[in-house]
Structure formats: C-alpha cells, structure tokens
C-alpha cells in the first residue's frame, strides 16, 4: 500500500489567497483525520471524518477553514483567504481501528507558507 | 481536561547509550497510549502502543515502554540508541472527550543522538 498520500508537500502563497490541501487515505480505512502542526502550538486535530461524514470540527480554527470528503479516497482542507498565521504543517491521517484505538497513519504533509 | 506533558523537549545522548523519553498522562479512565516517531521532514510514524495486557510494550527499532497506571506514565526506552534514532518523539493518549474519541500529543521530544 502506498500509505497516505498528501499533495502538494509545500504550498507558498500569498495573503488572500486560497488554499487547497488534498489528502487521499489508505484504502479501506474508516476514518480520515487532519492535523495542524506548528512550533507554538505542536499537532492539533483540525477535524475527523468517519466514513466520509465530519463528526468532530471543533478544532477548526475559524470559518476560513473547510474541510470536505465527497468520496472514501480523497479529503480536500481548504484555507480561504489565507493569513500568514495559517503557515505550518497540515497533516492528514487515517486510521482503520475503532476510534477508541486510534492507530492512525500520517502522510508526510504539507508545509504551507502564506506570505 | 485529558492531557500529556513531556517533560523533556529535547534530549542529547551519546550513540550506543541507553535513552529514556518520559511521558505522563491525566486521565481518570481507561486510557490507550501511543508513541509515534517523527523523521525530518515526514509524517508521524507509530512506534508502539498499549492497549491492554501486558504492561511492558515493545515496538518498532528495539523501542519499549512501560505503563504504569498508578504514576499514569508512559515512558520510552532504548538499551543503545543509533544516530539513526535522532528524530522527535510524541506521546499519545486517546481518551473520551466529548462523547468521541480523540487522540492527545504532547508537545514532543527531540531525541538528538551525537557520535
């Protein structure tokens, strides 16, 4: 299995501007998570889905954030407009286990930069 | 609230010595707890886990950790680190929050292994 696949691994963009981070999960695996990575505040859990249905967003930020899953396979985090706060790395995972056991897979991330 | 402190952000070590990464967790139930290792520039990779049983966990890398509910700590050990282990290290617990599971990193620990 080629793990979890995240695209692009670095964005730079400038402030205002939309981003768009895609994750595609391991196949077979109920549950896809995002994460936010910073030096300030560590890993933070932006938002989880269950079979393609959000169930927690509570860490999501602000409304610029969004989060969608049209499909088992692929996950798209939105930032719009962007701020350079928004610089860190995001991460998504994916778990196949009953979320009690949360053995969760990482992709290698994506480093965004909004300048 | 759950929680997980390291104590240590960062730890030096000399290569073939042995390395401790202290973790403790607040909880007031049952809790799963997680180590993952985090290489420059890549995703989180899981180390080891304990879900139950026995208390002294082996995992990936001759990595072990033990749990110990009374002190509620989970720490990491290595009888003779490799250069190759310099990385950073993340404690996990997942615990119920909410009415949903969710998985709580600390705040990690470098683990910088020098010749």
């Known amino acids: 299995d080629a793990g979890v696949i995240q695209s692009p691994r670095h964005e730079v963009t400038e402030m205002g501007q939309e981003v768009t981070l895609r994750c595609k999960p391991i196949s077979g695996h109920d549950y896809l998570f995002w994460y936010r990575q910073t030096m300030m505040r560590g890993l933070e859990l932006l938002i989880y889905?269950?079979?393609?249905?959000?169930?927690?967003d509570s860490g999501m930020p602000e409304d610029r954030f969004s989060a969608k899953m049209p499909n088992a396979s692929f996950s798209t985090l939105k930032i719009q407009p962007s701020e350079p706060r928004d610089s860190a790395v995001y991460f998504c995972?994916?778990?196949?286990?009953?979320?009690?056991?949360?053995?969760?897979?990482f992709g290698a991330g994506t480093r965004l930069s909004v300048l | 609230a759950q929680s997980v402190t390291q104590l240590d952000s960062q730890v030096p070590v000399f290569e073939e010595a042995p390395v401790e990464l202290r973790c403790n967790y607040s909880s007031s139930v049952s809790v799963y707890l997680f180590w993952y290792v985090q290489y420059p520039n890549q995703g989180l990779q899981l180390l080891l886990k304990y879900l139950s049983g026995s208390t002294l966990v082996k995992g990936i890398n001759g990595f072990e950790a033990e749990f110990n509910k009374s002190q509620t700590s989970f720490h990491l050990r290595k009888p003779s680190v490799h250069i190759s282990d310099t990385a950073e290290y993340f404690c996990?617990?997942?615990?119920?929050?909410?009415?949903?599971?969710?998985?709580?990193f600390g705040s990690g620990t470098r683990l910088l292994v020098r010749p």
């Open positions: 995972a994916s778990s196949p286990e009953s979320l009690a056991k949360n053995i969760q897979y």
């Open positions: 889905f269950n079979n393609n249905v959000p169930i927690d």
């Open positions: 996990a617990v997942s615990a119920l929050m909410d009415s949903s599971y969710k998985l709580i």
